[in-house]
């Protein structure tokens, strides 16, 4: 990733990240961000009903000028060859959606894309990526998409971004 392309997705999830404490300040007043060691966990937020994980739209492959909604990036293995998010300590994963957030717990989506994910069909384009394993060239993650239905079938939340 360049590093102009990396400030920019840096500072979008900051900014997200941003829009979302207020909306967990909403639900509880006591929760707190996460420090930066704690991140390094990927936990950004400590509430109440739990730790959550903040995730923003992505695009599907590089080429791609806009995030989108209709598939998601699930990380088993980080850019290291680390546990990525998918696989860590964290409560609940909340996914941005143009208008809303969408939670589930991480072991629920864990589950799910076991069944649904063969990681052993690996393919070499992001595009071809739904339901198989990828690893980006130059990287030693391990990543697959599933579509956001299979979130909303999961037990979850949603969350409106305007706090109603």
């Known amino acids: 990733m360049r590093a102009r392309d990396f400030k920019q ?3 979008r999830g900051q900014k997200l990240e941003e829009q979302f404490y207020e ?3 909403l639900r509880d007043p006591n929760a707190r961000r996460a420090t930066p060691k704690e991140q ?3 936990i950004d937020f ?6 959550i ?5 992505k695009r599907i492959g ?5 995030e989108q909604e209709t598939i998601v990036w699930l990380e088993y293995k980080n850019v290291q ?15 941005e959606r143009d208008d809303d957030f969408i939670l589930v717990k991480r072991k629920d989506l864990l589950a799910m894309a076991n069944k649904k994910c063969d ?9 071809d990526a739904l339901y198989k394993g990828y690893t980006r060239k130059g990287r030693e993650d391990l990543i697959t998409q599933v579509k956001m239905i299979d979130l909303i079938n999961l037990n979850n939340r949603v969350w409106s971004k305007d706090g109603i």
């Open 9 to 11: 997705s840096w500072d």
């Open 23 to 25: 909306l967990v300040k």
């Open 40 to 42: 390094y966990k990927h």
């Open 46 to 51: 400590y509430t109440d009903f739990g730790t």
């Open 53 to 57: 994980d903040v995730k923003s739209k």
């Open 62 to 66: 590089r080429a791609d000028v806009d």
């Open 81 to 95: 060859g680390r546990d990525g998010w998918l696989v860590s300590c964290v409560d609940i994963l909340a996914f």
């Open 119 to 127: 990681l052993t069909d690996m393919v070499t384009k992001s595009s």
